[in-house]
């Protein structure tokens, strides 16, 4: 099956420390994305990859950090440095040179700072 | 600026009613427009995509349409159910950059 997975499902994090999400999609597409969703708020981007071995900074970057080295695969770190880490987590793949293409949405990862 | 705006930000209706959902854009150049549905703690998942020269699309019981002079959209979802109990998710993408996203409507349908 085609799609895009992100894992873990829930993730407990203690103060200080570094945790990584994992992303991976089998649909060839060449963008992914990262968004953080809070109780009662909109998606907002933390950072976008529109090809392997580049990304760019989306609104709320500050505290994370990514790498695509691989065109199915762009895992997101959490570090100590983001103050308030706890929230839902969704990760996108979108393929730029079909306009008809949709966005595929993994089923996202909750974050628990405990 | 690249803006989505959605209205109303959280709608309550009875099951068996009609709604409708707005999305006002100010996104260039325009490449294409998505309805998103989200239910609680999942993944949106696309009712409909429209692009420029789209006017109206229907996916079953939603029926989006898309007015590229004013830049605005619809998603009307005719007899609700207590299933389409979720958020609804306006994201504008605009050629050769990220998806910018809407802050949702949140619809919640009673019995």
């Known amino acids: 099956d085609g799609g895009i997975t992100q894992s873990p499902k829930y993730l407990f994090r203690k103060e200080g420390q570094n945790v990584t999400l994992s992303c991976e999609q089998n649909l060839n597409h060449d963008a992914m994305y990262w968004y953080r969703q809070d109780p009662g708020q909109g998606l907002r981007l933390i950072y976008y990859s529109q090809i392997v071995n580049d990304f760019q900074k989306g609104d709320i970057a500050e505290g994370y950090s990514v790498s695509r080295e691989k065109k199915e695969s762009f895992p997101l770190t959490v570090t100590s440095a983001q103050k308030n880490p706890t929230a839902f987590y969704l990760c996108a793949s979108l393929n730029y040179r079909d306009s008809d293409t949709e966005a595929f949405f993994g089923q996202g990862t909750r974050l628990t700072v405990v | 600026k690249n803006q989505v705006e959605q209205s109303p930000q959280s709608l309550i209706i009875l099951e068996g009613k009609n709604c409708t959902l707005q999305c006002n854009y100010t996104v260039s150049p325009f490449s294409n427009l998505r309805w998103y549905k989200q239910d609680t703690g999942r993944g949106p998942v696309s009712l409909t995509i429209m692009t420029f020269s789209e006017n109206t699309k229907s996916n079953g019981r939603y029926t989006a349409t898309l007015d590229a002079d004013t830049k605005q959209s619809s998603l009307h979802i005719t007899a609700s159910q207590l299933s389409d109990s979720a958020s609804y998710i306006c994201?504008?993408?605009?050629?050769?950059?990220?998806?910018?996203f809407g802050k949702g409507t949140t619809l919640s349908v009673s019995s």
């Open positions: 994201v504008v993408s605009a050629a050769g950059t990220a998806l910018i």
